[in-house]
């Protein structure tokens, strides 16, 4: 078998090198076949985190070292992206982007992926007061965890502001002590301690030793399609784990005796994000994932930048991925200068991505 892969790098108005294949073609005693086209995706862009108390909740992030703001944006906005989202009619909210770091992300180029931002939404028009996921096993996004460089710390500089773990801190399966919180919208946070972590060396803002948005757990219902899905996205898997939790590590997460989950840690190729996608065996929960609107509290949606919308919305069309909507202009109507699309994982979880679009009428 030969494999033959020539690609040309091209400098995007997103201001990313998207690597195209030329020419691909793998030999099979004289045949040959094309080569699966990939999707353009570059990185994560932000998760997206709603809140029925604006003000709490960013005050809790803040705490963690998500001190930056970008925003408020537009209060409200057109039908279609209205639609991308749901919902019927127009809707009315309060949103910022935040940030982990230092204040250098330029507000202009929020498309491009950092690693470090959280959409944080009050939905008003339509509120939904329904409560985050109640476990940490319920299918769907379920959790953020943060890298720490010194837990103790930071747990007790939560502990200031009135933010208790679940239960006493534990150690993960590799040793790496971490406890879990719960932000006013009811999302699972974990602080995670990884000295080891790339990302680690990073000076820490204030009193926070938070470094990094470490990964996002999601939980699926079969790691096996799932993984097919995720890496037809641009991530890149490490090997599949069969585990059963300690007692304390179920504590920590709020469960009763010890779990036994499937998992896998993934990276995008772009930009390194990670994922990590749990499937579990006991207790299992396959109450399926928040639906339509995305407004739910908690993580509800993963946005990621597209060097090509058009064709990689094209692309999830033909494979039979189910969108919420075709490319949307975001946010100035027909002078929008980016689209987006949602669409849906195996399980029905929101993915989104954004990408340049040429802009319509004078």
Not at 107 to 114: A, E, F, V
Not at 312 to 332: E, F, H, I, T
Not at 333 to 347: L, N, R
Request: some cysteine; charged content about 20%; glycine content about 8%.
């Amino acid at each position: 078998m030969k494999l033959t892969v020539v690609r040309i790098l091209i400098a995007t108005g997103l201001g990313v090198l998207l690597s195209l294949p030329v020419a691909a073609q793998m030999t099979f005693g004289g045949a040959s076949a094309p080569e699966e086209p990939e999707l353009s995706l570059t990185g994560r862009i932000h998760f997206n985190i709603n809140t029925n108390d604006y003000a709490k909740t960013r005050a809790f992030y803040e705490r963690l070292g998500f001190v930056n703001a970008i925003g408020p944006f537009p209060e409200t906005n057109t039908l279609a992206m209205a639609h991308s989202m749901g919902m019927d009619a127009p809707y009315r909210m309060y949103a910022e982007i935040i940030y982990l770091g230092p204040n250098d992300i330029d507000p202009t180029r929020l498309h491009q992926p950092t690693g470090r931002m959280i959409d944080l939404i009050h939905w008003r028009e339509p509120e939904n007061v329904s409560p985050a996921y109640s476990a940490v096993n319920r299918l769907g996004i379920a959790k953020v965890v943060l890298a720490s460089s010194n837990l103790a710390r930071d747990l007790a500089r939560m502990a200031e502001a009135g933010y208790e773990p679940i239960d006493t801190p534990a150690e993960t399966a590799n040793g790496e002590p971490f406890a879990v919180l719960r932000d006013p919208a009811g999302t699972f946070v974990e602080i995670r301690e990884r000295l080891a972590s790339s990302d680690s060396t990073a000076e820490p803002l204030g009193e926070t030793r938070i470094a990094a948005i470490d990964h996002l757990m999601i939980n699926v219902s079969d790691l096996r399609r799932s993984l097919g899905f995720y890496k037809s996205l641009g991530f890149e898997a490490d090997a599949t784990v069969n585990r059963t939790s300690s007692v304390a590590e179920a504590k920590a997460y709020g469960l009763a005796s010890p779990f036994r989950v499937r998992e896998a840690l993934l990276h995008h190729r772009g930009d390194g994000s990670r994922l990590q996608l749990t499937q579990w065996l006991t207790p299992s929960d396959l109450t399926p994932p928040h639906g339509l609107p995305i407004n739910n509290p908690g993580i509800h949606r993963i946005n990621y930048a597209s060097a090509d919308i058009d064709a990689d919305v094209a692309l999830l069309k033909k494979r039979g991925v189910p969108l919420v909507s075709p490319v949307v202009r975001c946010c100035d109507g027909e002078q929008s200068t980016m689209g987006i699309a949602v669409f849906k994982d195996p399980d029905g979880i929101f993915l989104q991505m954004l990408g340049a679009v040429a802009p319509r009428g004078n």
